[in-house]
């Protein structure tokens, strides 16, 4: 008997009809010999919704409160989840985070699980049940209370579930048939992967392809978990996570994969983007040494994400540069007050905090081989008149900010331009994209 984790997101469990949808497919996994864990998300759009409401009320609202609201949009998930499997005639039991055992470190709105103690989901196992965990929450010992993962946090909950059951598989269900080359809302020709390294996997989901949750990746890596993400709508296989070391489970299924292993790895994986970024220029920072250590002090008091630096050698003004960055757009306001409230200290001439921009990352670890990758990228967007503001590179990475505006035929275009486009449009089965 296997034991197998299935996790739904938000557009799989959007209505009572999907719900249903949802408990046959557990069910259809029970009643093919194995146990089940079901990780689940809160119903369609409810977190955005609750987050809405949540500033309606308040203006900065306290995160131990904005945890306990955003925490039962999965009560009512798993639930609802767990009465409908009755229904088909199962026995099925939902817990929340802290019933399922999910310790977490004591940060509202982005705890990690620091252990996983399932005594109650192995009981409920051993007495034959299938058991639904609330997704995205956890529980702080110190403090006692309530806290959330981040968003998109029920993926990590999934994974960690797999690992600390020893599970076989981790099956995370969405609205489209895995991981694709690009977001297939924005590139309809992209193609679904059967498999991506972890490495790559990760990159993409830390450039913006939110199929997969970073830390849940992260997790899987570590933990040697083998996630398979798919859809929800069809029983067609999805994409495959292999950490390393891991063997592809078409072979263990004996498959036929001459054709992919004779296959050289293609050098771009797949292409990212992300809108959630926002850019401040510090302009006319004198150009001394210890300018920008004391820039980056105020900026990392502020408690900001700094994802890409660059310094031009010297602005219009003799004896000064200019320094851009990015971050989250949540916390560029906070930051470029702070900076603007030191001005005199820092000796800078203004502060510019541009929301409207984009970032678009060319992932692959062929990368690493292959020289002459980026130019691909910079005479795509040169062709499409698309100006580049920032370049940033890693290993397997390259990554550009252009204007937001620009970003969707970007990636087009670049996805064309490193040959990754499939023959017919992808299908996305569901959700709003929110
Ligand atoms: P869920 O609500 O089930 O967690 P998400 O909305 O978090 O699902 O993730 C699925 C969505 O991720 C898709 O609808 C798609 O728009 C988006 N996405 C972004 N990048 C990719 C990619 N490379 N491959 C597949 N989907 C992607
Ligand atoms: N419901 C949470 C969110 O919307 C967690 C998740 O769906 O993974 O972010
Ligand atoms: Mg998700």
Do not use: W
Not at 334 to 363: C, M, N, P, Y
Request: aromatic share 4%; charged share 25%.
């Amino acid at each position: 008997m296997a034991l197998i984790v299935q996790k739904f997101g938000g557009s799989s469990v959007a209505d009572a009809e999907s719900i249903k949808r949802v408990a046959k497919r557990i069910v259809d996994t029970r009643r093919a010999g194995n146990d089940v864990v079901v990780a689940v998300s809160a119903m369609g759009d409810t977190t955005d919704e609750l987050l809405d409401l949540a500033h309606a009320v308040a203006p900065t609202p306290a995160p131990r409160e904005l945890d306990m609201l955003l925490s039962s949009g999965e009560r009512i998930s798993m639930a609802l989840l767990a009465m409908t499997i009755h229904s088909l005639g199962y026995e099925a039991r939902s817990f929340t985070g802290s019933q399922a055992g999910m310790i977490t470190t004591a940060d509202h709105g982005s705890a990690r699980i620091v252990d996983v103690t399932p005594v109650r989901l192995r009981e409920a196992l051993d007495e034959g049940a299938i058991v639904i965990v609330a997704g995205f929450q956890g529980f702080n010992r110190d403090t006692r209370d309530i806290t959330t993962l981040g968003r998109g946090g029920s993926d990590t909950t999934a994974v960690a579930l797999a690992a600390a059951l020893g599970a076989d598989v981790c099956e995370i269900y969405s609205d489209v048939d895995g991981v694709f080359t690009c977001d297939p809302r924005v590139v309809p020709l992209a193609r679904k992967l059967d498999a991506i390294s972890a490495e790559e996997m990760l990159e993409l989901a830390a450039n913006g392809a939110k199929v997969l949750y970073i830390r849940a990746v992260e997790y899987a890596r570590r933990h040697n978990v083998l996630i398979h993400a798919r859809s929800t709508f069809t029983s067609n296989e999805g994409t495959y996570v292999l950490g390393e070391g891991m063997t592809d489970p078409r072979l263990a299924k004996g498959e036929d994969m001459t054709d992919v292993i004779g296959k050289e790895e293609p050098v771009v994986a797949g292409v990212a983007i992300d809108r959630s970024q926002a850019k401040i220029t510090v302009v006319g920072v004198p150009d001394v040494p210890g300018s920008a250590s004391a820039i980056f002090t105020r900026v990392s008091k502020a408690g900001a994400n700094i994802d890409m630096i660059v310094q031009n050698v010297q602005s219009a003004s003799p004896g000064r540069t200019d320094i851009s960055f990015t971050l989250p757009k949540e916390q560029a306001r906070g930051v470029a007050q702070q900076l603007q409230a030191e001005q005199s200290e820092l000796g800078f001439e203004a502060i510019v905090h541009d929301d409207q921009v984009g970032k678009l990352s060319v992932v692959g670890a062929g990368m690493r081989s292959h020289s002459g990758v980026s130019l691909t990228l910079f005479d795509a967007l040169s062709r499409h008149r698309i100006n580049i503001e920032m370049i940033s590179t890693s290993e397997i990475r390259i990554s550009v900010v252009l204007r937001d505006t620009d970003l969707d035929e970007a990636a087009r275009a670049v996805h064309t331009a490193y040959g990754l486009d499939g023959g017919v449009e992808a299908t996305v089965y569901a959700g709003t994209g929110r």
